[in-house]
């Protein structure tokens, strides 16, 4: 995902603005990045040589299976690399993860933020996209290029291993308009009958479908066999997380702004087999490919989800762009520049929901 967060420091008034104007001073700007724009290295522990692991072209399939490959350990709450000989390092630079990487958020708030812009967030999940990288994995370029790049397989073995995966699962809680599911042709037999009917998963049934699809999931690293089933650690994990979430308040004095993607068919259900070739065993599922069902959203994120932040927003602004396009979109600064005082004479083409004289989520 390539939500991002903006967090502007140190309140101030109209008076104490014009002073800092004038000295030509400004109040820091923190960018609290998703993934987009990311890059990771493998660090050897003894020789200390980085490589770039994410993203590279070159050789950058068998690169991901060496280095990145990883497994959760639940005493620790992190992933680790299956190489014993190397960890994965985030490059002190201006790339995605870097502000991440470095932060206490509790900190942060507590100290220094005034205003918090949220962009692109998936604040009651990605149901779409989420649970088809849970089963089949995750394509980030077709065609040609796709020879090129990670494999869908060899991404989907590292995400069966990210917390992050299971964070973003459809919030069971959220008051859904239409609820998000997986459906799946089967085929079954009963005394000698063949006949074939559509299964429906919600997100709740949705977990015992992934415990079976997975359950005999695995890969083969450096002569031994890893068995990678569905990990019920990390959604013990991420159902905590999301209890933080939905009891979240926003600190005394913080003003909340949200901008979200619309205009765009976004996967929403997901559906595996067809009447005609029916999935008998559920682990053929993560040998398919996925047929969506679409709702109005980012591509990536829905917009019912991305706008359901559930805090006093002092604004929430839809703009029709993509996922990760919403990052540079002219407009989006310009909100931006407008929330921080530092707004520029131009106008501003977009669908705005000012919450104070809005009915809606």
Not at 169 to 194: C, M, Y
Not at 261 to 281: H, M, Q, R
Not at 287 to 300: A, C, L
């Amino acid at each position: 995902m390539g939500a991002r967060c903006f967090c502007p420091c140190f309140d101030f008034d109209d008076h104490d603005h014009d002073n800092r104007t004038a000295q030509t001073e400004l109040d820091p700007v923190l960018l609290v990045s998703g993934i987009g724009g990311s890059i990771l290295h493998s660090k050897r522990k003894k020789l200390g040589f980085d490589t770039r692991v994410w993203v590279r072209i070159l050789l950058a399939d068998l690169e991901f299976k060496k280095k990145l490959w990883s497994v959760y350990n639940p005493q620790t709450g992190y992933t680790e690399t299956l190489d014993k000989d190397t960890e994965i390092v985030v490059p002190g630079d201006d790339y995605g993860l870097y502000a991440i990487d470095i932060l206490d958020p509790s900190w942060v708030f507590l100290k220094y933020v005034s205003k918090w812009i949220c962009i692109a967030c998936p604040f009651q999940g990605a149901p779409g996209c989420i649970n088809d990288s849970l089963l089949t994995g995750l394509q980030f370029v077709e065609g040609l290029e796709s020879y090129f790049f990670v494999s869908r397989w060899t991404m989907h073995q590292l995400l069966v291993e990210c917390p992050s995966i299971y964070e973003m699962l459809a919030n069971p809680k959220f008051d859904w308009k239409e609820l998000p599911e997986i459906q799946v042709w089967r085929k079954h037999s009963k005394d000698g009958e063949t006949f074939v009917d559509l299964e429906s998963y919600g997100p709740i049934e949705s977990i015992s479908l992934f415990e079976e699809a997975l359950k005999h999931n695995e890969l083969s690293y450096d002569g031994k066999t890893v068995a990678l089933p569905f990990n019920f650690s990390i959604l013990r994990w991420a159902a905590e997380t999301r209890q933080v979430l939905n009891n979240a308040k926003l600190p005394d004095g913080v003003c909340f702004y949200n901008i979200y993607g619309t205009s765009f068919d976004t996967p929403f259900g997901v559906c595996y087999g067809s009447k005609t070739s029916p999935i008998e065993d559920l682990s053929e599922i993560c040998h398919s490919m996925p047929q969506y069902s679409y709702v109005d959203g980012d591509e990536t994120v829905p917009a019912e989800s991305a706008k359901a932040d559930g805090f006093a927003a002092v604004e929430r602004v839809a703009i029709a762009a993509r996922h990760r396009e919403l990052l540079r979109d002219k407009t989006v600064f310009q909100h931006i520049q407008r929330w921080l005082g530092v707004e520029q004479r131009v106008s501003i083409r977009s669908k705005t929901s000012r919450v104070a004289d809005a009915s809606s989520k």
